[in-house]
Structure formats: C-alpha cells, structure tokens
C-alpha cells in the first residue's frame, strides 16, 4: 500500500450535552491513500460522519471538541492548521458531498452560480467557471445541463439535488473526496451512474475516495476496503469480500444479516375489491404533461411498490392521493368517493385515513417543534383518536417502534442524524392508525439494521391492522423483501406491472430488466457480475 495521502490517528471527539457528554468518536484510526476508495460503514450514531466532519474542520466546537488524536494530509496535521490554511485545502485538495442537499445548498441562488462561485472563490475566472459548470452537470447525469444551471434547488427531486452537490464537489478536482451517503437519494440507475463517474474521475486524478455509507451494496460496487464503526469504535476492516464473506465481529455479522433482497412471496389479490382505484390519472403543468394516464390498484393489507428513475412521476402520483396537487385528469376512488373532486372538509377526514412519509425529513419536520410536538400534532388535528392523557406515553411507544429512545421525544430535529429523523417521521405517520401509508423513499436514509426493522415494523402493522403501503423506492432488494406487487414508472407512464417475483424474476420489459442491473448486491461476487452485465448490456 503506498503512503497514505489522509491519515486519522488516534481521534476522540465529545459532544456537550444537556444530560452530560457523549463521546461519539473513540480512539479511531484510520487511512486513504490516492486512487484508493476506503468505505466507512455502520449504522446512525456510529460516528461515522464526525470523524469525516472532523477531516473538514465541521464539528461545531462547542458544544463538540475534539480530545485527542491527529488528522495528517500528506503529512500535516490539519488539527494544527490556521484557518486560512485549512481554506487552501477545503475544497481545493480535499472535498465533500452531504447527505442532504437541500441543507447545503442555497435557496435564494441558481445552482450554477453555486457551483461557479465554489471555483470563482478559488481563482477560477467567472466565463471559464460557467463553462465548467454546465459540464459538470452534464457529468452527473442532469439532463439539458445548461437550463439545470440556471433553475434554484427547489426546482429539483431530491436525487436531482445531490447530483448537483455533486457537480459542487468535484468543480475543483480534489486529492481526497468525502462522499456521506452519496447515493442515498438516488435511484439505482443514476447511482449506478455516480458510481461509475466517481471511479472514472479516480483513474483521471487518482484522488483518494472516501465513502460514508450505510449500503452495502456501495461497498460491494466500488470500495477497496472497509472499515466497520458502531458506537464511536472501528470494530472490524477488510476487503470488501472478507467483511462480507467471514465477518469476524458479532455486529458486522448482524449487519450483512440484515441486507435486504432476500425475496417473499405473497397472496395473490385477485377477486378483491381494492381500497383505492386510481383510473386514468394525469398531471400537467401548463403544456408539459408530467403523467400520462396512470391506472393503480391497492388493496387491503397490500403492498404497492412504485419505482423508476428520478422525474418519472413516482412522487407525482402520490402527491395526487393526497391532494398535495390537484390532478388534471382522471379519478381516485376511495371507499365510493373520488379523491380528486371530494370536498375540503371530507379530504380532511379522509386524511386521517392516508397519511404520507416524505423523502426528506429535513422538510417535513418542524425544525420549531420537538419531537414530542410533532408526533402530538396528528391528535390537535384529531382529537378523537387519543386522550390527551395518553399522548406522553403513546409518543414513547411509538419511538420505540421506530427505533429510537422515549428520552428522544424532548429534543428537536436538528438534534438527529438524517436516518433518526426519518424514523421520527415514520413514527408521525403511524400516530393515527391509517388504513393507508404513502412512503415516498421513506427508508432509503436509513443504515441497513433500522432498515430491516421498520420494514419488519410496517410488514407486520400491514399484517396486524390491515394496512395497505405504497412504497415508492428506488431501493430494489428493499422492495423485493416488502412489496406483494410492483409498478415501473418512466417519463410519467407505466411501462411494466406485476407480482414482485414476476418483475424481478423475469422482467417483459428492457427499461425494468437495466433497472435490475443497475441494482447493488452486498455480495461483492453478485455485484460483480452485474457489473459485466451492464457493461455488455452497454457495449
């Protein structure tokens, strides 16, 4: 291995906190040299993110400090920088994508001027940064680059959105690149693009990757090693092919248990009346039509999953059945009564019936309110459903559910990781017992242990209380585990239906069978094998 090119030693980083300190890194030791990919794995809370935080000089100090340890770049210990030497290598030399997007990115500015004004603040003159703007998006899989530059963040889909923190992060074409959940928002074949962009822009530069994640599926496609943190510590590293294979430490081995794409099977719905029916739904805004005449059928207790590509309408479709936007065309039949056309005051009785969890917590969370304030809300809405006696204690309950602490329900969302604030957002949705639950990538945040428990956890409220999903996701083994049927969306149609094993197991169409392809396996063996496959598929 040649010398590293960033090198963590020995750091220890605490948080300040109202019930005392946390020490959320301990002792971790770790190190990437140039055109290696190093994968950093384990679930929410592992400390993962804070000691690539730490690399970038983003831990707030206080209530965070760091106690021990050095960060060498090249041989410098960055920890000892000044500020203005730490900002000739923060983004320059070394570089990052977040997680969120929509966080780190500017509401009130295009994109392109974001992205320019990243190369201009370090030299680069404002036409030649335009220039490289618009190719950079072109790269990261934006279609007509040169309008993309000039729209605003929030006139992206969350997928889009990291593709152009993407574009931000390698305007600069640095040494070292910090991806936390690069992928996390993507769908498998814009993932499987990034991917493939990330290790063509190694093979150029031979910058060293660093990838933070939580899906071992990224691991299996790109990683050269990987380290394994739980509770602060690295507890185990390897190839990927040994974590995988022969996983030494008993947490390791419950993470590779818990990776989805195992498969079920399920009760076909034949001869049942469904509980929605959606005929001929369309959407337009002004001359562009963003669906086409979509038919969905959901039943009692069933599971619909609706995958595709960013902007192939999945999100769209569930916005209409909750008259989050007013269809154009077409009819949502629930229990007689058309959700298109019902009247404001039944919508929202009905409501109480459908609710929705959205792909980004960061938005759909009062950031004013707590935890406690938020899952409460559905009973101020409703106040039948629970006395207000009740409310501390079912509020406990429910975090429980999800994974997370009763201690929990004080704090606010700015106080979670990304993961722990979709589990808070679930929890909301479970709050008034619906008969119908929208999940809009509503597990796609979260590391690959709480994955499986809240699929467990919708699966069996499914069960138990009849309750019918759409389960929008571009996470295929996720919903090969959970879906009893699926629906293929592109360009705002439906290209292709059916039971799970039938779309997974012998696809009719070419759009769903390169969707598979592109699906990661955690299986270094599997994932290398679809990688021949799309390569002849391209060829």
Known sequence: MPDPILEVRDLSVTF???????????????????????????????????????????????PGRIDSGQILFEGRDLLKMTPKERRKINGPRIAMIFQDPLSHLNPVWTVGWQIEEAMVIHGTPRAEAKAKTVDLLGKVGLPNPAEAAAKYPHQFSGGQRQRVMIAMALALKPDVLIADEPTTALDVTVQAQILALLEELQRETGMGLLIITHDLGVVAEIADRCIVMNKGEVVETGTPAQIH???????????????????????????????????????????VRVLHGIDL???????????????????????????????????????????????????????????????????????????????????????????????????????????????HARRYPHQFSGGQRQRIAIARALALEPRLIICDEAVSALDVQVQAQVIRLLARLGREMNIAYLFIAHDLPVVRDFADSVVVMKSGRVVEEGPVRQIFDNPRQDYTRNLMAASLDPDPDVQAARRRQRQEMMA
């Open 297 to 407: 059928d959901i039943h009692a207790g069933e599971c619909v999953a609706v995958v595709g590509e960013s902007g192939s309408g999945k999100s769209t479709v569930a916005k209409l059945i909750t008259r989050l936007e007013s269809a154009t065309g077409g009819t949502a039949m629930w229990n007689g009564e058309d959700l298109f056309t019902m009247p404001q005051r039944r919508l929202l009785e009905v409501r109480r019936e459908v609710q929705m969890v959205f792909q980004d917590p960061t938005q759909s969370l009062n950031p004013r309110m707590s935890v406690r304030d938020i899952i409460s809300e559905a009973w101020v809405i409703h106040p039948d459903v629970l006395p207000k006696p009740r409310w501390r204690d079912r509020v406990a309950e429910l975090l429980e559910q999800v994974g997370l602490e009763p201690d």
């Open 245 to 287: 294979g022969a996983p030494q430490h008993p947490y390791t081995q419950k993470l590779i248990a818990a990776a989805p794409g195992k498969g079920q099977m399920s009760d076909s719905t034949d001869g049942r009346t469904p509980l929605l029916q959606m005929r001929g739904a369309t959407k337009a805004y002004g001359e």
């Open 16 to 62: 300040e906190t109202a019930r005392g300190p946390v020490r959320a890194v301990r002792n971790v030791n770790w190190h990437l040299s140039r055109g290696e990919v190093l994968a950093i794995l384990g679930e929410s809370g592992s400390g993962k993110s804070v000691s690539a935080n730490a690399v970038m000089d983003l831990i707030d100090i206080p």
